[in-house]
């Protein structure tokens, strides 16, 4: 299948996983029931949800290291179970090691290499890459004595090689300290300002709540909440009224009549939730 | 997405993180589903790895001991010596070749899929079946340098010290015709001298030798394809190990249960479908037996080398085939 250029740049329809576990009864373990979401072009988009209830299942689909039982998922209007689809993918993987016999240039050149780079492009990429995550000054460190962190921003660069049009990052902060939790945090917003399209999959969800445009919540395979961000956090059966320079009195008034003469209304919305009580109270 | 968003994606600027994204020749190019370059570099890649975890170390181990063989047990006959040292090199050879065929081999996609390095390299556009036959290859190289490596220095040695032998024999003739010169003009004398010569060096440095290093490394060519089919569906690295040892066992007789499936032996009983599975699954590693022959200085015919080499291209097919087939239905 062609990339449609007015395809989104990932649709998922009615994905059911189930895993079959190894054992004589032949038992089974449904891990995503009948997911849909798409996630369009230069969005950010939050996956959030438990451990184990079916983020990482979707995303291995998604990238084609695991078979969907049904349903089907797409990248830019190409079926994802195609190498092809990959070709504007980035991906990196919870926890990654990478090869630690490689230096970080070395890594990046390999991972180059395997999506059709030329030598020249290789070369700048990886300068540029490297300058991108700040690691520029262990370029020719192998990964073996890399932190935590510096592996997770070499894994971004590897995601980022060939310029993907799609990144796909699970737990991309996990086990990383603040500083460079914010950091990566930078990174996605300078990718979703390049229009790059983000599936995120964190356990931050004030750094989800942070970068994401929309958000979908999974909760033992199923999807049981998705919008927009301001939308899932806003509170639909309260209003909020914001006053400036309001005096006790008219404080009252308000209360009483919610509303003022002489009093400049800045804002009257719904008021918000956190992302994290919202999360709490959907997967409990 | 609105205007604005397509305006940013179609033209990628310089950020204030300095992230920008230059079109790409890749974004460009269609995809291809096989390509020699994208196997080169995992094949190099494979390789890297190996020689980073120092496993050519071993080669110390292959020098200090066909050394040790070659100058230290002079108190055999000249003949016994060389043969001696060629059967202790060829087997360090063959063990090498092996325990890389098998234990390397064994390593790699659970190394990968433990360290989820796997995921990176298959999220990116590779195809499994290129992936696999990059882990092949890389081994293919690796056993091959080592076998290289091996081989140079054996032919040295057993050079050096076939001359030697040969030196000193013909140093005793000599001494012998000095002080009994009446022997030079002994006919018999002469042919043995000539024939305890003729001797050392038909056990010496021989072209055959190769052939024997050859079929070395074409049969520890096809236990890494079957490791490789073995570590595709199995659980854990001693399963691998374990199965494929097993398989290096049972090709050995593999020939046995061929003639005992083909020579119309009655029907009934689990003997003969026995011997017709183990005919068609198990490679034959009887046909790689010539090592035994070429020590003791026997001529190796060059159909039996083509033959070698035919068997082992074909077992190679169908074992990565298979290896794919399997990888390609792998949950990951």
């Known amino acids: 299948m062609n990339d449609t250029p007015d395809a989104p740049a990932v649709e998922i329809e009615h994905l059911t996983k189930v895993f079959r576990v190894p054992s004589l009864r032949k038992q089974t373990v449904l891990a995503v029931n009948d997911l849909s979401l798409t996630v369009g072009r230069g969005e950010v988009y939050g996956l959030i949800g438990p451990n184990g209830s079916g983020k990482s299942t979707t995303m291995k689909v998604l990238l084609g290291l695991l078979h969907a039982t049904t349903g089907k998922c797409s990248i830019f209007g190409r079926d994802s179970s195609q190498v092809d689809s990959r070709k504007d993918v980035g991906f990196l993987p919870e926890n990654p090691y990478f090869y630690k016999h490689l230096t970080a240039s070395e890594t990046l050149d390999f991972y180059g290499r395997i999506c059709g780079l030329t030598k020249a492009e290789r070369r700048d990429q990886s300068a540029r890459l490297l300058k991108l995550v700040d690691l520029e000054h262990a370029t020719d460190r192998r990964l073996a004595g890399y ?38 945090r930078d990174l996605i917003l300078a990718l979703k300002e390049q229009g790059i399209s983000i599936i995120l999959s964190s356990h931050l969800l004030e750094q989800v709540q942070e970068v994401c445009d929309r958000v979908g919540i999974i909760y033992k395979g199923d999807l049981v909440r998705e919008g927009k961000l301001e939308d899932l956090i806003s509170i639909e059966d309260q209003t909020e009224i914001i006053l400036k320079n309001a005096s006790p009195a008219l404080l009252e008034k308000v209360r009483a009549l919610a509303a003022g003469d002489s009093t400049e209304v800045i804002s009257i919305g719904r008021p918000r939730t956190t992302l994290e009580r919202l999360f709490l109270e959907e997967t409990q | 997405m609105n205007d604005d968003q397509e305006t940013q994606a179609a033209a990628p600027a310089e950020n204030r993180t300095g992230y920008s994204g230059p079109a790409l020749a890749t974004e460009s190019k269609a995809h291809s589903m096989f390509s020699p370059s994208r196997i080169w570099a995992l094949t190099m890649h494979t390789f890297t790895q190996m020689v980073r975890m120092r496993v050519f170390y071993f ?108 030196k000193e024999t013909a140093d005793a003739y000599d001494q012998e015709l000095a002080k009994f010169p ?38 520890a060519s096809v236990m890494t394809a079957v490791t490789l089919l073995v570590s595709t569906f199995a659980t854990t690295t001693l399963f691998t190990i374990i199965s494929s040892i097993a398989v290096f066992i049972i090709g050995h007789g593999q020939h046995l249960g061929r003639s005992y499936f083909l020579s119309g032996a009655p029907e009934g009983g689990f003997e003969r479908p026995l011997a017709g599975v183990i005919a068609i699954i198990f490679p034959d ?42 990888f390609s239905n792998k949950e990951l």
């Open chain 1, 147 to 184: 932190s935590k962190g510096m592996l997770q921003r070499i894994g971004l660069a590897q995601a980022l090689v060939q310029n993907p049009r799609l990144v796909v990052l699970d737990e991309p902060t996990a086990g990383v300290d603040p500083s460079g939790s914010r950091q990566i």
């Open chain 2, 59 to 166: 080669l110390l181990f292959f020098s200090a001991a066909i050394i040790l063989v070659a100058f230290m047990f002079l108190r055999f006959t000249p003949e016994q010596e060389l043969k001696l040292l060629k059967d202790v090199s060829l087997g360090a050879m063959s063990l090498f070749a092996g325990i890389f065929a098998i234990a390397g081999t064994a390593l790699l996609i659970p190394k990968d899929l433990e360290d989820r390095t796997l995921y990176t390299i298959l999220c990116k556009p590779v195809p499994r079946f290129e992936y696999l036959l990059g882990k092949l290859l890389g081994m293919l190289v690796l056993i091959f340098v080592s076998m290289l490596f091996m081989d140079a220095l054996f032919c040295t040695v057993v050079g050096v010290r076939e001359k030697i032998l040969v």
């Open chain 2, 182 to 219: 009446e022997r030079g003009q002994n006919e018999s004398w002469k042919e043995q001298r000539e024939e305890a010569l003729a001797a050392i060096t038909n056990y010496g440095l021989r072209w055959d030798l190769q052939a024997a290093v050859w079929a070395i490394f074409l049969k």
């Open chain 2, 285 to 326: 590693f009887h046909l790689y037996d010539i090592v035994d022959a070429v020590v003791s200085g026997e001529a190796v015919a060059t159909t039996l080398l083509l033959q070698m080499s035919g068997m082992t291209c074909l077992y190679l097919l169908i074992y990565t085939a298979a290896a794919s087939f399997v």
